[in-house]
T-cell receptor
């Protein structure tokens, strides 16, 4: 099946610094990628939709200046958490859509655990 | 926006037991997927099933789109089935934006 890879899987950073998370589709081209955030024991919440070659579309309540998203190519999207604070600590996971059998199946990366200390 | 509700929220099973997880959604959907999230956080795509019935080994799923619900069946459960099961839908005309249900946390005891 389609593979989506995320890196790093775990990262610890100091308050006030920025951290970048990469999401790659390894064996298919993804014109659209999605970034989600998941707090412990909660469901996934969509943060933004990342479109190749254009600005990301952010969900209501998500600060676009804090969570910078870049979709530089058809196989790579990055999420940069700027000026990170402890409340940004969370599990971040990306997904990419892949046309299959006339429909759209969405595959997820392995996720990235961010801890801000 | 579309509402996605899963039940039960928690499920404890004895190994070998069968179970049914339910997903109700409030609007027409173009896509419905079931995922299993393992203890390390990884989401595994189980089924893409906007309608009809599919089976994959001990798992099967049925979606009745006209009645806006989907069911996931786990038969002869194993301890490796433990984790959180999510139902997620794409509302018609919403692109590929998945909306997730709250999940069902499953624990299979040996």
């Amino acid at each position: 099946g389609a593979v989506v890879s995320q890196h790093p899987s775990r990262v610890i950073c100091k308050s006030g610094t920025s951290v970048k998370i990469e999401c790659r589709s390894l064996d298919f081209q993804a014109t659209t990628m999605f970034w989600y955030r998941q707090f412990p024991k909660q469901s996934l919440m969509l943060m933004a939709t990342s479109n190749e070659g254009s600005k990301a579309t952010y969900e209501q309540g998500v600060e676009k200046d804090k969570f910078l998203i870049n979709h530089a190519s058809l196989t790579l999207s990055t999420l940069t958490v700027t000026s990170a604070h402890p409340e940004d600590s969370s599990f971040y996971i990306c997904s990419a859509s892949h046309r299959e059998h006339g429909g759209n199946t969405i595959y997820f990366g392995e996720g990235s655990w961010l801890t801000v200390v | 926006g579309i509402q996605v509700e899963q039940s039960p929220p928690d499920l404890i099973l004895q190994e070998g037991a069968n179970s049914t997880l339910r997903c109700n959604f409030s609007d027409s959907v173009n896509n419905l997927q079931w995922f299993h999230q393992n203890p390390w956080g990884q989401l595994i795509n189980l089924f893409y099933i906007p309608s009809g019935t599919k089976q994959n080994g001990r798992l099967s799923a049925t979606t009745v789109a006209t009645e806006r619900y989907s069911l996931l069946y786990i038969s002869s459960s194993q301890t490796t089935d433990s984790g959180v099961y999510f139902c997620a839908v794409v509302r018609a005309a919403a692109g590929n934006k998945l909306t997730f249900g709250g999940g069902t946390r499953v624990l299979v005891k040996p």
